[in-house]
C-alpha cells in the first residue's frame, strides 16, 4: 500500500485543554517522518455548548492565522493542512454550517462527544456510566453517528466506538453494523484513531472487528493520533496501518474537502 503518511486529527493550545504549539506539532511530524498533517481543532459552538473544550469563534482567526505561520516555515519539508473537528449535535447543525462556511477547510471530522447533555468521553462524568445501561447507550449513540453522517457537513465521523473509551464495550455491536452501513451509502471515511491505545480501553478507535467491517463496506480510513501535545504526533501510526492492511483496508486523506489516495 502506497499512501501519503499525514495525522490528519490534531489539536492547538486554542481548545482549552491542549499543550504546545502548532509549530512544536509540525516539527513533530517532520521529525517523525509524516509527510504532512492537517490540524482539525475543536471548532467553535453555540457558547452554551461544551464551552471550556473548544476555542471560541472570536478565536477562529487567530487559529488560521496560526496554522498559516506553519504553513509557510514548513513549506517544501512537510504538507500542513488546515481543518477542523466538528461536533454533531441535534440542534446545532445551522450554526457549524456557518462556521464551516467561514473558510475554506482541507478536512472536517464529524465527532460525537455527548448523548444529550452528558460528556460521555468526559473523565469529569465517567461515574454516570453506572447508571446507563449499556445496549441502550449505544443504540442512542450509534443513532446520533447516523445523524452525523446523514447530515452532510462532515468528510469523515470521528473515534467511531469512542463510548468504549473508559471500558465500556458495546455489548451488541448491530447499531455499530447498521451504523457503518449509513457511513457507506454517503460516502464518508473514518478517523482511525490511535488515542484510544492511550486510554483505559487500550484499543485504537474503531475496533479491530470494526475495521473490517467498514472496509467490507468500502469505507476508507484517514490516520489521526488526537494529538493534544506535540510527543503525541504520529503515535503508533504503524500499528495502525498494519491493522488497516491486515483487512485489506485503505487509507487517504484530505484537502480542500476533496478525498485523496
Partial sequence: MTF?????HMHTPL???ASGTPREYAQAAL???LDGVCFTDHMPMPAWYDAPWRMKLEQLPWYIEDIRAVQAEFAGKLDVRLGLEADFHPGTERFVEHVLNLHDWDYVIGSI????AWGFDNPEFVDEYENRELDTLYRDYYALLEGAA???LFDSLGHLD????FGHRDPNGLYALHALDVVAAQGLALDFNTAGWRKPVAEAYPAPDLVRAATERGIPFV???DAHKPEEVGHRFTDAIKEINDVNGR??????RARHG
Fill in 150 to 152: 446523514r447530515s452532510g
Fill in 251 to 256: 487509507i487517504v486523506n484530505f484537502k480542500g
Fill in 4 to 8: 501519503l503518511l499525514f495525522d490528519s
Fill in 113 to 116: 462527544h455527548y448523548i444529550g
Fill in 31 to 33: 521529525d517523525a517522518g
Fill in 15 to 17: 481548545c482549552g485543554h
Fill in 162 to 165: 469512542l463510548p468504549k473509551k
Fill in 223 to 225: 490516520l489521526g493520533s
